[in-house]
């Protein structure tokens, strides 16, 4: 079954600090991972895609097929990071973008 | 507007009504989506379409109808709507080959009481 997992709802760091939130994905070929945002009461939009290996807004994420995990990470917390935070799973179908139930990242002056 | 867009942004209804969100695009993308964001569930896709007169159900798709007589819109009516519908609708798109990414419109907050 295609599943995308995020363990935590939420994770509350200081300023500063490194971030590190978790997704592991179940999918049985070759899926394209993307982590979306939400900024409070605004659209989600796009943060990443796997496949271009960029760095936007100074997070970064790489895909590890042997641990089945896309985990987003950033070395220095921003203020302005706080937001909710999904990861979501294409498997090439155009119905199919299975998004995991997202993490609230909080940042603390 | 250029872009995506939904109206209304804010709705209350009563339980038994019918409701029609709207959703409108001007990109020309062929597929069209609609989400609902709940807490503890995240996104779920309701319908998606992908292309004027082609619609397939998604993971949630009880109780909503929807159509799509032109490439730019996309509505979602609730036929008698529940409680358990009050959430937030997001419609969203995208073109062919990259359903990965999406494009969202601002939402719709929907209360059924």
């Known amino acids: 079954a295609q599943r995308v997992t995020q363990p935590e709802k939420l994770l509350s760091v200081f300023k500063g600090a490194p971030v590190e939130l978790k997704c592991n994905y179940s999918?049985?070929?070759?899926?394209?991972l993307f982590w979306y945002v939400q900024y409070s009461r605004q659209r989600l939009q796009l943060l990443l895609r796997?496949?271009s290996r960029e760095s936007i807004k100074g997070f970064t994420a790489d895909l590890n097929k042997g641990e089945t995990s896309f985990h987003l990470k950033k070395p220095f917390a921003q203020e302005e990071d706080s937001a909710m935070y999904y990861c979501a799973l294409w498997g090439g179908s155009q119905g199919n973008l299975i998004f995991g139930k997202g993490t609230k990242l909080s940042v603390k002056p | 507007d250029a872009g995506i867009t939904q109206s209304p942004r804010y709705k209350i209804t009563e339980t038994g009504r019918q409701v029609t969100l709207m959703c409108h695009q001007t990109w020309s993308h062929s597929y069209m989506f609609w989400y609902r964001q709940d807490l503890g569930h995240g996104l779920r896709l309701i319908y998606y379409s992908a292309a004027a007169d082609i619609t397939d159900k998604g993971e949630v798709p009880d109780g909503y109808v929807v159509s799509r007589s032109k490439t730019e819109n996309f509505p979602l009516t609730l036929e008698s709507a529940t409680r358990s519908q009050t959430s937030v609708y997001f419609c969203?798109?995208?073109?062919?080959?990259?359903?990965?990414?999406?494009?969202f419109g601002p939402g719709t907050r929907l209360t059924v009481t």
């Open positions: 796997h496949i």
């Open positions: 999918y049985s070929g070759s899926p394209e």
């Open positions: 969203a798109s995208t073109i062919p080959g990259h359903g990965g990414e999406q494009y």
